[in-house]
C-alpha cells in the first residue's frame, strides 16, 4: 500500500513538472497592452523629425599653448562643429552639424 501511494505521488509530480515545461516553453510569449505603450512612448522621441535641429557657439580659431600651467577648456570648432580642448579660441559664431550660420 505504502508502494502504490509512493508510486501515485511521483507520478503526479512528475505530470506536474512535465505540464509546468510544456506550458511554459511552448506559449506565445504575448505583450501587453500597457508595455506595448510604453514601448512606443520611449520610441517617440527617437526618430529624426522630433528632435530640432540644435545650433552650438563655436570658434573659428581654437589653440593649445604647450605650457602645463596654462587652462585649457573644452569648446566646439566650426570646421566640423566638433568638440575640442583650447587655451585660445576667438571669434565665436554658430555651427549645426557641419555647417557654419554666419
Known amino acids: 500500500m505504502k508502494k502504490l501511494k509512493f508510486v501515485t505521488l511521483a507520478v503526479l509530480v512528475l505530470a506536474a513538472a512535465y505540464y509546468a515545461t510544456y506550458t511554459t516553453y511552448n506559449t506565445k510569449h504575448q505583450l501587453t497592452d500597457l508595455v506595448l505603450l510604453n514601448i512606443e512612448a520611449l520610441a517617440v522621441d527617437e ?8 545650433f552650438k557657439q563655436c570658434y ?12 585649457a577648456e573644452y569648446v566646439t570648432t566650426c570646421y566640423g562643429c566638433y568638440t575640442v580642448k ?17
Open 47 to 54: 526618430s529624426d523629425y522630433a528632435d530640432p535641429i540644435r
Open 60 to 71: 573659428t580659431f581654437t589653440s593649445t599653448t604647450l605650457l602645463p600651467d596654462y587652462p
Open 86 to 102: 583650447s587655451t585660445t579660441h576667438i571669434n565665436s559664431l554658430y555651427c549645426a552639424g557641419s555647417q557654419i550660420i554666419y
